[in-house]
T-cell receptor, first 110, second 111 residues
Framework: ELKVEQNPLFLSMQEGKNYTIYCNYS?????LYWYRQDPGKSLESLFV?????AVKQEGRLMASLDTKARLSTLHITAAVHDLSATYFC??????????FGKGTKLTVNP | NAGVTQTPKFRILKIGQSMTLQCAQD?????MYWYRQDPGMGLKLIYY???????DKGEVPNGYNVSRSTTEDFPLRLELAAPSQTSVYFC??????????FGEGSRLTVL
């Protein structure tokens, strides 16, 4: 059974600070996905990580994948208010079914 | 391109009523999905389809039905609505597994 666990589930941080969201998954998948959801809105794809050691960066967000540890991280650098959202990681392990974590609700305070 | 279009955006149902949530995509994606999102619980897969005429159950299929007669459309039918089906429903599509394109969501309340 696919399990995807994120932590923390809630994160309140100050602008300008750095932090990391962790995503542990239960399979031997070599692919991991990150999505962002703004309040009351839909989800949008942030990163697709397709192999061990993959690292992708977009602005103040950087995602990485360690398939041996079954761990993906989403690192936030010098947070700004616009990054306030809920972030989901998801795993598929080669099947058609994508399993999502419960999400990390990030609040960036001035 | 419109992407993934869901209708209706909001609906209130009475217990025992039935309805269909519509989903259409114009990206020629083979894969289509229905998820429900409850507060604090992430997204749960209801049904998915890998192509026209092919559907399969996800984690929480009870109380729902789907069909996929065309590549573009993937309607979700709720039979005999129950309060437990109060949720936000998202339809999504993808060309390959994993990178999903989501619709705007349909907020359903069952009273």
């Amino acid at each position: 059974e696919l399990k995807v666990e994120q932590n923390p589930l809630f994160l309140s941080m100050q602008e300008g600070k750095n932090y990391t969201i962790y995503c542990n998954y239960s399979t031997t998948s070599d692919r991991l996905y990150w999505y962002r959801q703004d309040p009351g809105k839909s989800l949008e794809s942030l990163f697709v990580l397709l192999s061990n050691g993959a690292v992708k960066q977009e602005g103040r967000l950087m995602a990485s994948l360690d398939t041996k540890a079954r761990l993906s991280t989403l690192h936030i650098t010098a947070a700004v208010h616009d990054l306030s959202a809920t972030y989901f990681c998801a795993d598929a392990k080669g099947s058609e079914k994508l399993v999502f974590g419960k999400g990390t609700k990030l609040t960036v305070n001035p | 391109n419109a992407g993934v279009t869901q209708t209706p955006k909001f609906r209130i149902l009475k217990i025992g009523q039935s309805m269909t949530l519509q989903c259409a995509q114009d990206m020629n994606h083979n894969y289509m999905y229905w998820y429900r999102q409850d507060p604090g619980m992430g997204l749960k897969l209801i049904y998915y389809s890998v192509g026209a005429g092919i559907t399969d159950k996800g984690e929480v299929p009870n109380g729902y039905n789907v069909s996929r007669s065309t590549t573009e459309d993937f309607p979700l039918r709720l039979e005999l609505a129950a309060p437990s089906q109060t949720s936000v429903y998202f339809c999504a599509s993808s060309l390959v597994t994993g990178e999903l394109f989501f619709g705007e969501g349909s907020r359903l309340t069952v009273l």
